[in-house]
């Protein structure tokens, strides 16, 4: 697998690693579907950090309502008690690793194509990571997309007493520092073309619309780790 293929992107909190031979229309649907996904959950439901379990139900509705068909989930919550030295990003490599090969080296290359650049870090930070009183909460998704189109996601939720300025995408956090539940959601789905063909075209122009206002999507360019097979 030549990792130099992949493209990155960034919809709102979900870092999406995208095959080459996804086709451009198929690329967009995912896109779209995503980012309008969780500007609807945080208009109908609030914020995904501190009302992550209902923030997550209405945004996996909304996927479904715009034609994507659930062919695997996964759930996970364990209590902070019970948590080792974790990073946030770990049961997500973890997960996704399980459902594609080689999955854990495409999102060590994109991570280090993402932290290449300040702004575009700062940015996805900006919908991930949210600094309180009393420390930090972390919202997180990650995905593969592949030509259909198909998507493995995994979402991470969790909040730490450690200040956002020290809490990474890999860093470590210290088990005495966590709080409250860590929530681990996995999902597979494939787009019926059919169901969202017809609404494409009003979705696209609102997201346009809506990357007017704050950029919300971004290409990062391609995945920069060598080729992997």
């Not at 709102?12 to 198929?26: E, R, S």
């Not at 609807?40 to 209902?54: D, W």
């Not at 399980?98 to 495409?106: H, K, R, T, W, Y």
């Not at 995408?169 to 539940?181: M, N, S």
Request: hydrophobic share 40%; with cysteine.
């Amino acid at each position: 697998m030549e990792t130099d293929d992949y493209s990155l992107w960034t919809a709102g909190g979900t870092l999406l690693l995208i095959a080459p031979q996804v086709p451009p229309a198929q690329r967009q649907a995912v896109l779209d579907s995503l980012l309008y996904a969780q500007l609807l959950a945080n208009k109908v439901v609030g914020s995904r950090f501190t009302l992550y379990p209902s923030w997550y139900a209405r945004y996996r509705q909304v996927l479904s309502e715009r034609g994507w068909i659930t062919t695997q989930s996964f759930y996970d919550t364990q209590s902070a008690n019970g948590c080792s030295l974790i990073a946030p990003i770990q049961p997500v490599r973890l997960w996704l690793d399980s459902q594609f090969p080689m999955a854990d080296n495409l999102i060590e290359y994109g991570l280090a194509t993402l932290k290449k650049t300040q702004n575009n870090l700062d940015n996805f930070r900006h919908f991930t990571f949210e600094g309180h009183e009393s420390g930090t909460r972390v919202a997180l998704e990650v995905g593969l997309v592949h030509p259909g189109p198909v998507i493995n996601l995994c979402s991470i939720a969790l909040q730490t007493s450690e200040q956002v300025a020290h809490v990474s995408i890999e860093g470590p956090l210290l088990a005495k520092a966590l709080q409250g539940d860590v929530v681990v959601k996995g999902l597979s789905a494939q787009l019926d073309n059919q169901q969202f063909e017809p609404q494409r075209g009003q979705l696209r122009a609102l997201i346009e619309r809506k990357q007017q206002e704050q950029c919300y999507l971004s290409n990062l360019g391609r995945v920069q780790g060598g080729n992997h097979e």
